[in-house]
């Protein structure tokens, strides 16, 4: 199981999905939801429209 890289705090399928998709497709370590929002600056409800739209296009990253 995968814990973020910042908090420590275990990452769902998505949550790794939106990294590889924001930061970078080949990382081996990750951001969870928070954290990543933190790093680009933007709200954490924007990462979650993000990867309900990411689903919605069918991106194999995320359940
Ligand atoms: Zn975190």
Do not use: W, Y
Not at 4 to 22: D, P, S, V, W, Y
Request: aromatic fraction near 6%; proline fraction near 2%.
């Amino acid at each position: 199981m995968s814990a973020c890289m910042q908090c420590g705090k275990e990452l769902t399928h998505n949550e790794i999905g939106a990294h590889r998709k924001f930061i970078n497709r080949a990382s081996t370590q990750f951001l969870c939801r928070n954290c990543l929002a933190k790093r680009l600056g933007v709200p954490a409800e924007l990462i979650d429209r993000k990867i309900e739209e990411f689903k919605r296009q069918g991106c194999t990253l995320f359940v």
